[in-house]
């Protein structure tokens, strides 16, 4: 069965530095998202992209972030400069359209020291 | 503001036993409900969703309900196997936007 992607699993990165987190969505999929969940926490929506930009995001989802789509395969999330409370297991999911089923990849384990 | 909301954190039950997890929304727009199933550093994965032109939906082992003039949706497992021990969210959205809301999550241990 075909999978989202994530990489890498795991990021340890010093507060006020830059990141950024790799995810392929399905082949054929046409939503992409991403979620975080804070460890003992609800998995909570960041924001989700379609047709080449942001459909919706969250009040998480501040200047500090931002997701690109850099060629037909990649969606990406970069934290400019990341903060202590950003440490989350970090989640990209994708659709292949609206009012179906959501697939997400494994994560990737953002440790913000 | 939690749209959905999974008040019970944990649950055991016995092997063979059913599993009853549920879920309750506030959203009256939600049109369209899924469970999702999540094991330790893995991401969810899909379990079973109904649509609320339905009241019901089945497959194999997993029976999903929902009652939309409470608002609220369960997860049926029958029998209970040690296997689908693991967290599992609830998960709502509306037919007019493409946002996913979950619930904090029901950790449930089939004790063998």
Redesign the interface.
Known sequence: EPE?T?TPSHQVTQMGQEVILRCVPISNHL?F?W?RQILG?????LV?F?NNEI??KSEIFDDQFSVERPDGSNFTLKIRSTKLEDSAMY?C?S?RG??E???????T?LSVL | D?QVKQNSPSLSVQEGRISILNCDYTNSMF??F?W?KKYP??????LI?I?SIKDKNEDGRFTVFLNKSAKHLSLHIVPSQPGDSAVY?C?A?A?T?????????TSLTVIP
Do not use: I, R, W
Not at chain 1, 101 to 107: D, E, P, Q, Y
């Open positions: 989202v994530q939503y998202y979620y926490q609800k998995v909570e929506f989700s379609y459909s919706e989640f999911a659709m609206q009012s089923k959501l697939f997400f990849g494994s994560g384990q | 939690q049109d369209y899924l999702y550093a893995e991401g969810p994965t899909f969703s649509s969210f998960a959205t037919n936007g493409n946002q996913f809301y979950f619930g904090t999550g």
